[in-house]
T-cell receptor, first 114, second 116 residues
Framework: KAGVTQTPRYLIKTRGQQVTLSCSPI?????VSWYQQTPGQGLQFLFE???????NKGNFPGRFSGRQFSNSRSEMNVSTLELGDSALYLC?????????????FGEGSRLTVL | AQSVSQHNHHVILSEAASLELGCNYS??????LFWYVQYPGQHLQLLLK??????LVKGIKGFEAEFIKSKFSFNLRKPSVQWSDTAEYFC??????????????FGSGTQLTVLP
């Protein structure tokens, strides 16, 4: 069974640009959560989608947005990139909502903002 | 809002030493508790979880954790570590309110280095 797939794995952008990251969950999983991982900060919750609806949202500015499609695939977008947005962005899927069971993580998309 | 604290940022042990990693959370109600592990070059994976019942839970690879409600703690333990346990360990919590649980909140992680 294929795991969570995130694309692209690595990308470099400059300040002011925007970026879209993609996540394909494990087949049958309906929940997708996004986290930002930085050294010393751990994982900061961005948002969670379940059946195409945003279920929860973390404390990130409106430049961070996401969506989920009918096939459960999800995208997150960051507009007007800042240097501080450099991080590993992790996607995780679960069968039900994230609160009820195990999260399965992808390998992440490493974003570098210059 | 719920929060999770992992006070040990980096722990260095020799093989066969005992391990205890601290995790404290701030939420007065019902919680679900998790430990995740990230081995070098690999993705995060679940080590163990606690929802209810016996507060001492056992996970994979000989790890266990004890939920102490009065101390708001969920410490991870292993009696004898191996070099292959070198990894970053994350404690995670979600609060259950009105029958519905919120998103999973992670601690900042503890890097464990086991010396051969």
């Amino acid at each position: 069974k294929a795991g969570v797939t995130q694309t692209p794995r690595y990308l470099i952008k400059t300040r002011g640009q925007q970026v879209t990251l993609s996540c394909s969950p494990i087949s049958g999983h309906r929940s997708v959560s996004w986290y930002q991982q930085t050294p010393g900060q751990g994982l900061q919750f961005l948002f969670e989608y379940f059946s195409e609806t945003q279920r929860n949202k973390g404390n990130f500015p409106g430049r961070f947005s996401g969506r989920q499609f009918s096939n459960s695939r999800s995208e997150m977008n960051v507009s007007t990139l800042e240097l501080g947005d450099s991080a590993l962005y992790l996607c995780a899927s679960s069968l039900g909502t994230s609160s009820t069971g195990e999260l399965f993580f992808g390998e992440g998309s490493r974003l570098t903002v210059l | 809002a719920q929060s999770v604290s992992q006070h040990n940022h980096h722990v260095i042990l020799s093989e066969a030493a005992s391990l205890e990693l601290g995790c404290n959370y701030s939420y007065g109600g019902t919680v679900n508790l998790f430990w995740y592990v990230q081995y070098p070059g690999q993705h995060l994976q679940l080590l163990l979880k606690y929802f209810s019942g016996d507060p001492l839970v056992k996970g994979i690879k000989g790890f266990e954790a004890e939920f102490i409600k009065s101390k708001f703690s969920f410490n991870l333990r292993k009696p004898s570590v191996q070099w292959s346990d070198t990894a970053e360990y994350f404690c995670a919590v979600n609060a259950v309110s009105s029958g519905s649980a919120r998103q999973l909140t992670f601690g900042s992680g503890t890097q464990l280095t086991v010396l051969p």
